[in-house]
């Protein structure tokens, strides 16, 4: 082949990957609006199921892989890319001759038909039978720990017994079983199948080649990143920085002395399906109330022992936040703070009690969002006011332990009669002394409810340690001023530094010292809270969007500080990317809901995975802002260029964390769901987001990416699919993943 036909031939193949590439991306972010609007099985039969897209992708790899082979770049870059098709072979093997289904096994009858999802079945070489279904749940709650099915697996004349949970699948003859739903009363349970003997294997091959040539990218002392590394333009030192209401009503509400409201705070109540101190349910509830952990001076414990003891002051009190104009019409108020009584007309009744039942008949009403949060707040209020949401009083009955508040209507009657006494009539004795105002009393009878509880719940209750852990994180209520002052700090820093890169100017030596001080007060608070947090939940907090926001913080400081004596725009960039994160972790609560985690979520592969992107996700807002910088500084092409170097470096380990981040989670997947890839809104998005990033690491054979100015536009329009992935998922998209 003469020179210019093979120069035309890798114009063609360079072409067909990478406009390839981009109408993969406009066909993903397609089907997943499809998906929202008309459903998973239309989103799987137009898209992720058909020919059309398993042949463009099958074009992209073969053209993307000879022109890989043709561009004669190193070992390590060949092996990256190697990994990738790897993959894609292992995903094509997997669609093409895998079999996923669902069988639905009832107690003590075998069966061996499997349900695929277009309603066709197959038969499994050999019968099931549910023996037993189990849920077992966290000690002394109802919070689900784990789903388990016993089975028993029938072949002609021998049988064998299985086992199924959450994160545990049961394996026989090349079939994979999942937990995927249950139906306890019919004694049945629903199972994920999977038959894939060879799709797996060659994509875990995909995956392990893949984790290789990522380290092996980033040591490669020829290889691009430290090249960025030892580049000229990071020498110098030149890139330095910085400097850095309340309503109230007239008549003051009774409420308990301060001290005595506090040591209610000790004792324990089933709350949010697990045991937690009085304390944590006071500020949830004052929270959700008021917006905030306290209100007019008064602690949470206050106000929450003012609701169950001085109803009558507290209904007429103005501390329940509306938003929605369109519900204080309904209210018939003008002020954002209401009272409880303001929900209630004297002869119309409950104001909000037509929207409710016409929502609860699906019909649609004015602000149907702002009217639920209100009823919920109502109904909240309520339950406290009555000690319907009271659950304090531990009952072990035939060995199961329960939580009741003292009017639940299902406490046990066989209940040995002092300990039935004392939960029906216990708060009431408490609310006789609170009348006479004798506190001493109350004191002493609030020790002796802790005993009670301490006796009654056993080994079941939670450490005292835990417990001053839990009263230790709730008093850490400064998270939101944390996010504040890092925010404006960034900022200000952001504008400051970009004004001494302009004028080639350092910061003194003096002032970075103070500004890193500040940062690892910043971050050793956040340890010491995302740890109480860890502690006392008894899970890595990662678990839902608050928890993961306050980790990519975490991480954003954490890098900061590794690396603001070598790149000191990571200072702004730092502070920046910790106050955001944490900003939106703080939208409407003050701190994140400690709750048991899902079951599906107790998997050592949880940690990795959320860490591992969260880690990519503070990279690439660091690259973000590396180009807010560099367009700011347009003028001034020597700033620029090194920017652009800085870029190059971080973006090499942010797709290459993000590439590792989304290999784990499908594997995580694997074990749980019995299927490494399910096209779920995130799992596209994530995808998207890696292939527009990994894009603009080809800079040889897309040119553009290499004029800086270019580069930094991109950096700035890209995080945008970033911002798609965590937040347009989460609020507007759904799905598995929606939670976090």
């Not at 691009?224 to 990071?234: A, C, E, G, I, K």
């Not at 409710?356 to 949060?373: F, N, P, T």
């Not at 209020?381 to 332990?401: D, E, H, N, W, Y």
């Not at 890839?677 to 990994?694: C, G, Q």
Request: proline letters at 3%; aromatic letters at 14%; one cysteine or more.
């Amino acid at each position: 082949m003469t020179h210019s036909g093979i120069y035309f031939f890798m114009k063609t193949l360079k072409s067909i990957s990478f406009v390839g590439l981009i109408l993969i991306l406009l066909v993903l972010a397609l089907a997943t609006v499809v998906e929202k609007v008309c459903g998973t099985d239309v989103a799987r039969l137009l898209v992720y199921d058909s020919w059309a897209f398993f042949a463009l992708w099958s074009l992209i790899a073969v053209a993307g892989f000879i022109y890989v082979l043709r561009s004669k770049m190193r070992l390590s870059s060949l092996l990256l890319h190697f990994a990738l098709l790897l993959i894609l072979i292992g995903a094509a093997v997997t669609w093409l001759f895998a079999e996923h289904g669902k069988i639905r096994l009832e107690q003590g009858k075998t069966m061996n038909i499997c349900t695929m999802n277009d309603s066709t079945t197959f038969e499994l070489p050999f019968s099931m039978a549910l023996k037993e279904f189990k849920i077992d749940y966290y000690p002394g709650t109802s919070a689900p720990m784990d789903f388990i099915s016993v089975l028993e697996v029938v072949e002609g004349n021998e049988s064998m017994q299985g086992q199924v949970s959450m994160n545990q699948i049961f394996s026989h003859k090349g079939y994979r079983f999942c937990q995927n739903g249950y139906e306890p009363e019919h004694d049945v349970t629903i199972l994920s199948v999977s038959h894939d003997p060879w799709g797996i294997g060659i994509t875990y091959a995909g995956y392990a080649l893949l984790l290789f040539s990522c380290l092996w990218l980033l040591i490669d002392r020829d290889g691009r990143f430290r090249q960025l590394l030892r580049s000229q333009l990071l020498k110098g030192g030149a890139l330095v920085l910085f400097v850095l209401v309340s309503l109230s009503s007239n008549a003051a509400p009774r409420v308990l002395p301060k001290d005595v409201a506090e040591r209610m705070g000790d004792i324990v109540i089933l709350h949010n399906d697990r045991m937690s101190t009085f304390e944590t349910f006071a500020r949830d509830f004052t929270k959700k109330l008021c917006g905030r952990n306290s209100y007019n001076g008064y602690s949470a414990m206050q106000v929450v022992t003012g609701w169950m003891f001085y109803y009558d002051d507290w209904k007429r009190e103005p501390m329940i936040k509306i938003k929605s104009g369109e519900v204080r019409r309904m209210l018939k108020t003008d002020g954002k703070m209401v009272s409880l009584a303001d929900f209630i007309s004297p002869t119309e009744g409950y104001l909000l009690d037509s929207e409710i039942k016409q929502l609860m008949h699906g019909a649609s009403v004015a602000d149907a969002k702002g009217v639920q949060k209100a009823d919920e707040k109502f109904q909240i209020a309520t339950m406290v006011a009555t000690g319907s949401a009271i659950k304090i009083f531990p009952v072990r009955c035939k060995g199961q332990l329960s939580w009741y508040s003292q009017v639940s209507q299902d406490i046990p009657e066989d209940i040995e009669e002092n300990k039935w006494i004392f939960v029906n009539k216990g708060l009431n004795y408490l609310n006789e002394l609170v009348v006479k105002q004798d506190w001493t009393n109350c004191s002493e009878f609030i020790d002796k409810f802790k005993a009670y509880q301490e006796k009654e719940a056993a080994t079941d209750m939670p450490s005292a340690g835990k417990l001053r852990a839990e009263k230790c994180f709730n008093s850490l209520d400064y998270t939101f001023y944390i996010g504040i002052a890092s925010l404006l700090i960034g900022i200000a820093v952001f504008f400051y530094s970009t004004r001494l890169v302009a004028k080639g100017k350092t910061l003194a030596n003096r002032l970075y010292w103070s500004l890193y001080i500040i940062g690892v007060g910043f971050f050793i608070f956040l340890s010491v809270y995302l740890g109480l947090l860890w502690y006392v939940a008894e899970h890595i907090p990662m678990s839902n969007g608050p928890e993961t926001m306050l980790m990519m913080s975490w991480i954003s400081l954490l890098m900061m500080l590794c690396f603001a004596r070598r790149f000191m725009l990571c200072l702004p960039f730092g502070f920046l990317v910790s106050g955001l994160t944490i900003m939106v972790a703080m939208m409407g609560d003050t701190n994140p809901a400690i709750t048991p985690l899902m079951p599906v979520l107790q998997s050592p592969l949880l940690s990795i995975h959320v860490a591992v992107i969260m880690m990519a996700y503070a990279l690439l807002a660091f690259l973000m802002f590396n180009g807010v910088m560099a367009l700011s500084l347009r003028r001034h092409e020597e700033q620029v260029k090194r920017l652009y170097v800085i870029g190059q470096m971080l973006l090499v380990p942010a797709v290459l964390l993000l590439a590792i981040g989304i290999f784990v989670g499908a594997i995580w997947a694997n074990v749980s769901w019995g299927t490494y890839w399910s096209w779920d809104p995130k799992e596209t998005w994530a995808l998207i987001t890696f292939i527009v990033y990994a894009m603009s690491l080809h800079t040889k054979s897309l040119s553009a990416f290499s004029r800086p100015m270019f580069f930094h536009v991109f950096c700035v329009c890209a995080f945008l699919s970033v911002l798609i992935t965590y937040f347009g998922v989460n609020f507007l998209l759904g799905g598995m993943h929606s939670y976090a």
